[in-house]
């Protein structure tokens, strides 16, 4: 069993870059995220908002139609492009080209999202989060994993992960073959849990932040936003990961004496993304 690397404040502070005093929204990074269907714009939402508090400078978010007035009406800083169809994406036309992109929270895997998602993947060179649905339906195709971008970063919570890998008989297993897979496809696989693991090719890191809090709906969907943000800025691929992970469980670990586990939402994870910044530049 190969041990975890602790992801711990001191290797993030390596990592982490202050704001620029002179940069402008056209430099900070333009992040588009592809999710929702109807009855899951609220995963759009979450890592919309989550990836504008993380420090892009512009946020895209592409939705089907049912999706158009809950954004514009729950972000006003947010940019909404849409569908043709209503209630589940058919086909990804983007009027911008972004520094990255987040697809998956709350698609579905209808057959046309299925398709939508292929013709996309087919085109894209653009760096990648991949989450939820989007990975349910790699899991489902996988020969479509080949069409990933060198250093995509996959974002499985376990049961995704099983999906994608197959089920395991114990933990060095699953982590033999998440190195196996992360190798094979050139992708870094974030795997979502208390603690959370990054695989990138052959090292495994151990996050240190979070807690038992972040059990709540959506908050892997605010994971997807924060790391996609961290992207467009110009961290690479595995410190946009690294960073990402510790930040999300940071939030949680400092909103606790507040919320306590039970109160806290996925909504605390993006209000308290500040204080997990400001807590690096001191
Ligand atoms: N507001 C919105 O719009 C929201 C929209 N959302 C969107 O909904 C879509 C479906 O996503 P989903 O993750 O809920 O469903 P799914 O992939 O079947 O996984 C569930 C099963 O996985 C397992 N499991 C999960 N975590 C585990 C863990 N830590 N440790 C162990 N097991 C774990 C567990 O399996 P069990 O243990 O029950 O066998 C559980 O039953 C997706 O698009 C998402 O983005 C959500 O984000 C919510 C907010
Ligand atoms: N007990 C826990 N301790 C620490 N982190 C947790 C715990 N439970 C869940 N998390 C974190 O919360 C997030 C859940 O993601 P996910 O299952 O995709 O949620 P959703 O799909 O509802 O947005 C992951 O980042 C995971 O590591
Ligand atoms: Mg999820």
């Known amino acids: 069993m190969i041990i975890p690397i602790p992801i711990t404040k001191q290797e993030i502070l390596k990592i982490y870059k202050p704001v620029n005093p002179v940069t402008h929204k056209g430099i900070q990074g333009h992040v588009v995220i592809i999710a929702g269907s109807y009855g899951k714009i609220g995963a759009a939402v979450l890592s919309s908002k989550a990836a504008l508090k993380s420090g892009c400078g ?9 999706g158009y007035e809950i954004l ?8 909404v492009v849409t569908d043709a169809n209503s209630n589940f994406i058919t086909d990804i036309q983007l009027p911008v080209i ?30 990648l989060v991949i989450d939820a ?20 970063i996959l974002t499985p919570h376990p049961k995704e992960l099983e999906r994608l890998i197959g089920k395991w008989q114990s ?18 696989m974030v795997m979502k849990g208390a ?37 467009a800025q110009g961290y690479e691929p595995l410190h946009a ?15 606790l004496p507040e919320t306590g586990y039970q109160s806290f939402t996925a909504s605390d994870i993006i209000a308290n993304l500040g204080k997990a910044f400001l807590s690096l530049e001191k």
Do not use: R
């Open 58 to 66: 512009l946020v895209t978010t592409f939705v089907p139609k049912c």
């Open 72 to 79: 514009q009406m729950a972000i006003a800083e947010v940019m």
């Open 98 to 127: 972004p520094q990255s992109i987040g697809i998956g929270p709350g698609l579905g895997q209808e057959q046309a999202t299925q398709k939508a998602v292929f013709k996309f993947l087919e085109n894209n060179i653009l760096p």
């Open 133 to 152: 649905d989007a990975l349910n339906i790699l899991a489902q195709n996988p020969s479509w994993l080949g069409l990933l971008p060198p250093n995509s």
């Open 171 to 188: 933990e060095t297993e699953k982590f033999e073959n998440t190195i196996a897979f992360s190798e094979k496809y050139n992708v870094i």
């Open 195 to 231: 603690p959370t693991h990054i695989v990138f090719k052959n090292t495994i890191y151990q996050n240190t932040t979070g807690n038992a809090a972040l059990a709540t709906a959506g908050s892997g969907d605010v994971l997807t936003g924060i790391i996609t943000s961290l992207l």
């Open 241 to 255: 990961a690294q960073l990402g992970v510790f930040l999300h469980g940071l939030t949680a670990d400092i909103a």
